[in-house]
């Protein structure tokens, strides 16, 4: 069974750049696994930041971006800001029956 | 403006019965897949299963498969989610979300505001 893979944790300084990544037990991500991201703050719905690897979404500041770095999905959060504190998910698509799998999520931490 | 509007929380006992449901707004209902998300308490986002409602095509993760029932009622453009026999442990927060795209589902863009589901004798 593969599993996607997140840091659980990662910190960053007001105005710095963070990237996140999301990866598989088994394997590389690659464009055809559709990587997207989501940022959650506690008690409130899923936010979607970035889809299909690269596309923002509607509203997202182009502070947030993503790309495939290596072997891994990743999210970069550039001049992070204190409400950029959150839990940030992404998503693997991985085919006909199976469909899509969460990574366990990264809390980040602004300080 | 796209919108879905969950129904309210919900306190059952195990063994009982439950549906919630997710009105969409704002787009064609029939023409997009809508899909449910669980958060179990303190956890992370599980993709459950997803519903095409223009022809009830329905995809379950196998994690789930079995376990829960989708459906859909495009009349009143609105999902479903449901339990014949509710444990315990299907205590979470459960969102639905819409792609972004029409005519596959893809990754989720909307999402409802979540049904709090809690299961306790």
């Known amino acids: 069974q593969t599993v996607v893979t997140q840091e659980p944790s990662f910190s960053v300084s007001p105005g710095g750049t963070v990237t996140l990544t999301c990866g598989l037990s088994?394997?590389?991500?690659?464009?055809?696994?559709?990587p997207s991201w989501y940022q959650q703050t506690p008690g409130q719905a899923p936010r979607t930041l970035i889809y299909?690897?690269?596309t923002r979404s509607s509203g997202v500041p182009d502070r947030f971006s993503g790309s495939i770095l290596g072997n891994k999905a990743a999210l970069t959060i550039t001049g992070a800001q204190a409400d950029d504190e959150s839990d940030y998910y992404c998503v693997l698509y991985m085919g006909s029956g199976i469909y899509w799998v969460f990574g366990g999520g990264t809390k980040l931490t602004v300080l | 403006e796209v919108q879905l509007v969950q129904s309210g929380a919900e306190v059952k006992k195990p063994g009982e019965s439950l549906k919630i449901s997710c009105k969409g707004s704002g787009y064609s209902f029939t023409s997009y897949w809508i899909g449910w998300v669980r958060q179990m308490p303190g956890k992370g986002l599980e993709w459950m299963g997803i519903?095409?409602?223009?022809?009830?095509?329905?995809r379950y993760s196998p994690s789930f498969q079995g376990q829960v029932t989708i459906s859909a009622d495009k009349s009143i453009s609105t999902a479903y989610l449901q339990w014949s026999s509710l444990k315990a442990s299907d205590t979470a927060m459960y969102y639905c979300?819409?792609?972004?795209?029409?005519?596959?589902?893809?990754?989720?863009?909307?999402w409802g505001q979540g049904t709090l589901v809690t299961v306790s004798s």
């Open positions: 979300a819409r792609p972004i795209d029409s005519g596959w589902y893809g990754p989720f863009d909307y």
């Open positions: 299909s690897t690269n």
């Open positions: 088994s394997g590389s991500v690659s464009t055809s696994y559709y």
């Open positions: 519903i095409y409602p223009g022809d009830s095509d329905t």
